[in-house]
């Protein structure tokens, strides 16, 4: 029998490793991630690996249409997980709405590029882990149109009402600066309105403006409507695939553009280590292969990408072409005054009559 010396002293201790228990459980990270991301990246097949490894994580999706309202949502608070594209890297950390990653804590880091890496990087500090890419470029239809060697075949009236660009300001900007060889980081307002003048210009050439979900654009592409294109490479491989017509995706003079899906993790998650575990198995080998072979986006998992043997995707990434990515331009880092100011110009193109 305990004496009432010794049952004190065990009270004592079971009382402190219950105090310790429950300040653990307390401190402890929910079994729950909130994933801010574009409609169609829910999915299972493209956070599968995260899935087979914690099947009892609670894994919620919200959406955004444009990179502007993902932005917007994550101001707004909630989400653990954000999922954006690049150009848009530093308003995350001007308002302190990211953490950096611990890159120590994820197994699948050196499959990653040094080049991707490095568009995840502010200040040297690594705030997002990269994972889809792909390319911006002509796609064109090679039964109506000659070799295409420029972005200006978008302004070429031969194919009047057969040409198709993408329903964005910023993505105008861009290609009239490839064109004219402006500083796209630091346009003068003449050169704006300039690039505002020519795309009103354009407008009678658009068989559509298309949008994001490319719904109305790759059946117009594969129905022969569109012949000239500002396309993602997914479209390209779609059209490949189907083979309903003879296309080409160029290689302009000034260069393809290239995007990349970042993600990053709130800085003011309850769930810190688990966001890790599902970035760093968005890298796994099955997920990146998904986005790969489903959505036709590239992987930031080089071993993924090195092993793809469909030659209709070899075709869609250029991996035939070593110096493919040495020719292209990756998105630059632009203030949120010059986005607006150029989403604005967009609305004044749209709403212009016809000249």
């Known amino acids: 029998m305990l004496s009432q010396h010794h049952l004190g002293r065990v009270l004592l201790v079971l009382g402190a490793a219950s105090t310790m228990l429950l300040a653990a459980c307390s401190a402890a990270e929910p079994n729950e ?19 087979t490894a914690s099947p009892d994580t609670a894994v919620e999706f919200s959406f955004g249409i444009s990179d502007a309202d993902i932005l917007g949502k994550m101001e707004a608070g909630g989400p653990d997980i954000v999922h954006f594209y690049t150009g848009w890297q530093q308003f995350y950390v001007d308002e302190d709405l990211v953490q950096e990653i611990d890159t120590s804590k994820l197994t699948n880091w050196d499959k990653v590029p040094d080049a991707f890496k490095e568009l995840g990087q502010i200040d040297g500090k690594q705030y997002y882990l990269p994972w889809d890419w792909g390319f911006t470029s002509i796609l064109y239809n090679t039964a109506h149109v000659d070799e295409v060697t420029s972005w200006d075949a978008l ?31 630091n346009l003068t307002d003449e050169q704006l309105a300039a690039i505002e003048a020519e795309w ?4 009678p050439l658009n068989f559509l403006y298309w949008t994001g979900e ?64 599902f970035i760093d198995a968005k890298l796994a080998t099955l997920t990146c292969s998904n986005a790969v072979t489903l959505f036709y986006y590239g ?8 092993a793809i043997e469909d030659p209709v995707l070899i075709e869609a990434f250029g991996i035939n072409d070593p110096a493919i990515l040495e020719s292209t331009n990756f998105t630059p880092l632009v203030t949120d005054e010059q986005r607006t100011a150029w989403t604005e110009m967009w609305g004044r193109v749209k709403a212009a009559p016809l000249p």
Not at 33 to 51: K, R
Request: net charge negative; glycine share 6%; with cysteine.
């Open 299 to 306: 992987c930031a998992n080089q071993d993924v990408m090195d």
């Open 200 to 203: 009103i210009t354009q407008k």
């Open 214 to 277: 490319y719904t109305d654009f790759c059946p117009a592409v594969e129905s022969g409507d569109i012949w000239v294109a500002y396309a993602w490479q997914g479209c390209y491989a779609t059209v490949l695939y189907s083979g309903s017509q003879e296309v080409a995706y160029a290689n302009p003079v000034e260069g393809r553009n290239s995007w990349v899906g970042l993600y990053g993790i709130a800085a003011d998650t309850d769930s810190y280590e688990l966001a890790l575990q």
């Open 33 to 51: 991630l909130d994933v801010l991301e574009w409609d169609g990246y829910q999915d299972p097949a493209f956070w599968t690996d995260f899935q």
């Open 155 to 185: 302004f070429d009236a031969t194919y009047d009402d057969h040409v198709s660009m993408w329903d964005d300001g910023p993505a105008a900007v861009t290609v009239s600066s490839y064109i004219h060889d402006y500083d796209e980081t």
